[in-house]
């Protein structure tokens, strides 16, 4: 069984209850639905609560930042909000000032470490920021890199600060066979885990479909493949891994 710890189920609409269908039928059995703002928040916590085995995260994305967290703590005290996130920085399309994203990373760390959730950190092209904002606010217990982009160095200084490290579609793709898919193999095979980013990244050999939580499967038998590891005992390390990221019973 998988576990895809980061899609966006909200984002399919009218097609929520049949993707997860879907993923349970290909062995996908637990889900973490992402929130980015303030209107995706109360969408995903009705589809956790509507859907055995899925969860909510609460966060505001960097490209968000420049409107605030407005009462993102107090949504946290919801029962099916696991996580903090997805939040960090992007520095590649900057929807927000740098000064924002920074001042609205370093809040949801806090909150994070207030509420002993996990935080889920978005970084793109700011791979140095992130780390510093990470070390002056102190990182929370349970921390994940997800949709990781980057290569071997980047994974060690993750793996330095106690965090895991979730693989997308990113992983599958041409262009990840140096940094990507090396980062991947390096990884302790208690700090890995996998996602889809649903509806984005669908991994090769889907480029151009919508993706969905069933791909997984698909990411995780890549990954296993990378690192020369039983398919079988790959999905039952990321399950556990996973189901301790965010703090459910193992």
């Known amino acids: 069984m998988w576990f895809d710890t980061h899609c966006h189920l909200g984002y399919l609409e009218d097609q929520i209850g049949e993707a997860v269908q879907q993923a349970n039928n290909s062995m996908v059995s637990h889900l973490v639905t992402i929130g980015c703002s303030i209107k995706d928040w109360q969408t995903n916590i009705s589809v956790a609560e509507q859907n055995k085995n899925v969860w909510a995260s609460a966060g505001v994305h960097p490209h968000e930042a420049k409107d605030g967290i407005s009462n993102l703590e107090e949504i946290l005290k919801d029962k099916n ?13 900057d929807h927000s000032p740098r000064d924002a994203q920074k001042e609205v990373f370093a809040s949801q760390i806090e909150l994070a470490k207030k509420t002993n959730k996990t935080l889920i950190i978005h970084t793109r092209n700011a791979w140095d920021d992130t780390f510093s904002i990470l070390d002056e606010q102190g990182i929370p217990e349970k921390t994940v890199f997800h949709c990781f982009s980057g290569g071997v160095d980047e994974a060690k200084k993750c793996l330095d600060r106690d965090a895991y490290i979730s693989f997308s579609g990113i992983v599958t793709f041409p262009s990840a ?53 039983d398919v079988t005992a790959f999905a039952a390390q990321t399950m556990q891994n996973s189901k301790e990221l965010f703090n459910l019973p193992v």
Do not use: W
């Open 177 to 229: 066979a140096g940094d990507v898919q090396e980062a991947a193999k390096m990884v302790p095979a208690d700090r890995i885990v996998v996602e889809t980013d649903t509806p984005y990244l669908a991994p090769v050999p889907l480029r151009g479909q919508k993706n969905v939580p069933a791909n997984v499967a698909v990411v995780g038998e890549f990954v296993a493949s990378l690192r020369e590891a």
């Open 81 to 93: 909000i696991i996580a903090v996130g997805e939040c960090g920085l992007d520095y590649h399309y």
